[in-house]
């Protein structure tokens, strides 16, 4: 585990060039394990969406549940993936391709890259493994997004993700939530 302190009641984040548009989540941290509720708003590639979420993650920063709600163009949309152990459901209905995965990544937020940062030990140089159960934006779509984070220094990590061609470096704050994430979000908050 890494030093990062206690988090924020709540902090918020400017979605810039992928996307425009704003994200707040509020977070309760306590001795059985993390909640956050948070909502994004924005506008990418002009298609605008909503998405707000419920998030619930054990103490050791795995996620248990995610409710997610959603609306844009594709209609009204709400999901919800529960872990049991190491295998997950998506809407009550098991999903073996999933089995194994630690967080939730939602495609719709900035803050949800703090899961792994804050779970993993990292090695130094050491790039480790950090698949998610990642969840689209537009249509709440579930599927397996394969990343990695490297450990660069006390608060920046290189983020790598092969299947969108894309790495960027994100800076983290005290509480282990990005601060600067290039090309996605920057926190205001």
Same mark, same amino acid.
């Given at each position: 585990?890494?030093?990062?302190? *206690?988090?924020?009641?709540?902090?918020?984040?400017?979605?810039?060039?992928?996307?425009?548009?704003?994200?707040?989540?509020?977070?309760?941290?306590?001795?059985?394990? $993390?909640? $956050?509720?948070?909502?994004?708003?924005?506008?990418?590639?002009?298609?605008?969406?909503?998405?707000?979420?419920? @998030?619930?993650?054990?103490?050791?920063?795995?996620?248990?549940?995610?409710?997610? @709600?959603?609306?844009?163009? +594709?209609?009204?949309?709400?999901?919800?993936?529960?872990?049991?152990?190491?295998?997950?459901?998506?809407?009550?209905?098991?999903?073996?391709?999933?089995?194994? /995965?630690?967080?939730?990544?939602?495609?719709?937020?900035?803050?949800?890259?703090?899961?792994?940062? +804050?779970? /993993?030990?990292?090695?130094?140089?050491?790039?480790?493994?950090?698949?998610?159960?990642? /969840?689209?934006?537009?249509? @709440?779509?579930?599927?397996?997004?394969?990343?990695?984070?490297?450990?660069?220094?006390?608060?920046?990590?290189?983020?790598?993700?092969?299947?969108?061609?894309?790495?960027?470096? $994100?800076?983290?704050?005290?509480?282990?939530?990005?601060?600067?994430?290039?090309?996605?979000?920057? *926190?205001?908050?």
């Amino acid at each position: 585990m890494h030093s990062f302190g *206690r988090l924020p009641h709540a902090a918020a984040w400017r979605h810039e060039e992928s996307k425009d548009g704003f994200e707040v989540a509020f977070f309760a941290q306590g001795e059985d394990g $993390i909640r $956050i509720a948070g909502e994004t708003a924005a506008v990418e590639e002009g298609e605008p969406f909503w998405v707000g979420y419920e @998030l619930e993650l054990d103490p050791r920063w795995r996620t248990c549940r995610a409710r997610v @709600l959603g609306r844009s163009s +594709r209609g009204a949309h709400e999901t919800v993936v529960t872990r049991d152990g190491e295998r997950w459901l998506v809407d009550g209905v098991r999903a073996p391709h999933l089995d194994g /995965i630690d967080d939730v990544d939602l495609e719709a937020s900035a803050m949800t890259n703090a899961f792994p940062v +804050r779970r /993993i030990v990292f090695e130094p140089g050491v790039p480790a493994a950090a698949p998610a159960v990642y /969840i689209r934006a537009l249509d @709440l779509g579930v599927e397996r997004l394969d990343q990695t984070y490297e450990r660069l220094g006390d608060r920046r990590f290189a983020y790598d993700c092969r299947r969108f061609d894309f790495s960027c470096e $994100i800076d983290y704050d005290d509480a282990g939530l990005a601060t600067t994430y290039p090309e996605i979000a920057r *926190r205001v908050l």
